[in-house]
C-alpha cells in the first residue's frame, strides 16, 4: 500500500491494456509468465548458496562458456511458465542451442527469446543479476520453424527485463510506455513503482570494462576517454543493473567491439534488442557503434553484437567519434 493507497499491480496493469497501449490477446498471459517466473528465479538466486547450487554445471553452453548451476535452473523455470502460458508458439534462449518448439497449435502465439539469467557469475559474489525477454508477435498462421526467431528489434511488441538487486524489479516496454514494477513480498504481486520511465535528459555515467581499454581501436580508445572526462564510472559486470541504473539516472553502457572480439561480446538477439527496444521506447538509443541495434537483420540466433547503450545524444556523439568525427 503506497502513501496514495493501493498501487496498481502488473496483473491489473496488463489486463488493463497495458498501459494504453492495444490489448493484444495473450500478451498479457506471456507478461504474466515471465512475471511468476522471475518471481521463482528471485527465490532460488536467494537461496543457491545455501542449497549449494552456486558454481558451474560443468556443462559449456553453445557459445562455449561454462554453464552456472543457475543459469540450467533459470532458463528450465522460464522455458516451464512460459510454454504453459498458452500463447508462446517458439522460445530462443542463451542457455539452448536450438529454438524450443511448442508443439500444437499456438495461432495467435508469440515468438520470446530470452537470457533466463545475465550476469550470473556475479551470484557467488551476490552482486545483481537479472532476466532479459525479447517479444515477437508470431506471422499469421505461420509455421514456426527456427528462421522464424530471426527477427530484426524493430519488429518486437514488447520487451521485458527484470533486476534481482536490493529489490526485484520489473520494467516493461511496450510501443506506448515503459514501466517498472517493485516485488511486493508481502502479497508475492509486482506494483507499479516507476512509471512511464524516460531516461533523464542529463548523463551522469558511464558503464564500460576499462581492461578492455588496450585492445580498442583508437577511435573507440577517443570516444572512451571523451565520457571518462565527463562522466562518473559505473561497472557492475551485470549488463541489466548496469543498463537499469542508467535507464532510471541517465548513462552510457558500452560494450563495443575490439581486436579480441570483433562482433562484440553480447548477444544480439536477447540482450540487445530487449534492452534497445527499452532504451529506445524510454527516450534513449541503443547502437552497434555502425548501426542502429533494432535494424540489424539476424543471421544466427546466438550472434553477437557490440552495443552502446543510453542517453541518445551520447550514443549519437560516441557513434560520431567512433566512425572518425
Ligand atoms: P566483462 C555477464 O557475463 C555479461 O554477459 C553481461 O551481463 C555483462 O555486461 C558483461 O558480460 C560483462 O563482461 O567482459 O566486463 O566481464
Not at 512475471?35 to 527465490?43: E, L, M
Not at 520470446?112 to 550476469?119: E, H, I, Y
Not at 557469475?121 to 526467431?149: C, T
Not at 516485488?183 to 558511464?206: M, Q, W
Amino acid at each position: 500500500m503506497s502513501a496514495v493507497g493501493h498501487r496498481t499491480t502488473l496483473q491489473e496493469y496488463v489486463s488493463s491494456g497495458l498501459g494504453g497501449g492495444a490489448q493484444d490477446d495473450g500478451l498479457d498471459a506471456v507478461i504474466m509468465a515471465i512475471a511468476d517466473g522471475s518471481i521463482q528465479v528471485q527465490r532460488q538466486v536467494q537461496q543457491a548458496a545455501l542449497a549449494d547450487a552456486l558454481g558451474a554445471t560443468g556443462e559449456t553452453n553453445v557459445q562455449g562458456e561454462i554453464i552456472q548451476r543457475m543459469d540450467q535452473v533459470s532458463s528450465d523455470i522460464f522455458v516451464e511458465t512460459l510454454s504453459s502460458s498458452g500463447h508462446v508458439a517458439a522460445i530462443g534462449c542463451e542457455e539452448i542451442e536450438k529454438p524450443v518448439i511448442i508443439e500444437g497449435e499456438v495461432a495467435d502465439g508469440y515468438i520470446v527469446l530470452m537470457d533466463p539469467l545475465d550476469g550470473s557469475s556475479n551470484i557467488d559474489v551476490a552482486v545483481s543479476i537479472g532476466s532479459i525477454f525479447g517479444i515477437w508477435k508470431k506471422r499469421p498462421g505461420e509455421k514456426v520453424n527456427e528462421d522464424s526467431l530471426l527477427r530484426p528489434g524493430d519488429e518486437q511488441v514488447a520487451a521485458v527485463y527484470v533486476v534481482y538487486g536490493s529489490s526485484t524489479v520489473l520494467v516493461l516496454a511496450t510501443k506506448t510506455d515503459v514501466c517498472g514494477f517493485t516485488l511486493d513480498f508481502r502479497s508475492g504481486e509486482f506494483a507499479v513503482t516507476h512509471p512511464n520511465i524516460k531516461i533523464p535528459k542529463e548523463c551522469l555515467y558511464y558503464s564500460t570494462n576499462e581492461g578492455n581499454h588496450k585492445v580498442l581501436d583508437e577511435p573507440t580508445q577517443k570516444a572512451v576517454a571523451n565520457l571518462r572526462n565527463k562522466y562518473s564510472q559505473r561497472y557492475v559486470g551485470s549488463l541489466v543493473a548496469d543498463f537499469h541504473r542508467n535507464l532510471l539516472k541517465g548513462g552510457i553502457f558500452a560494450y563495443p567491439a575490439d581486436r579480441n572480439r570483433k562482433d562484440g561480446r553480447l548477444r544480439l538477439m536477447y540482450e540487445a534488442n530487449p534492452l534497445g527496444f527499452v532504451a529506445e521506447q524510454a527516450g534513449g538509443a541503443a547502437s552497434t557503434g555502425y548501426q542502429r541495434i533494432l535494424d540489424i537483420i539476424p543471421e544466427q540466433l546466438h550472434q553477437r553484437t557490440p552495443l552502446i547503450l543510453g542517453n541518445k545524444d551520447v550514443v549519437e556523439e560516441i557513434v560520431s567519434v567512433i566512425n572518425g568525427g
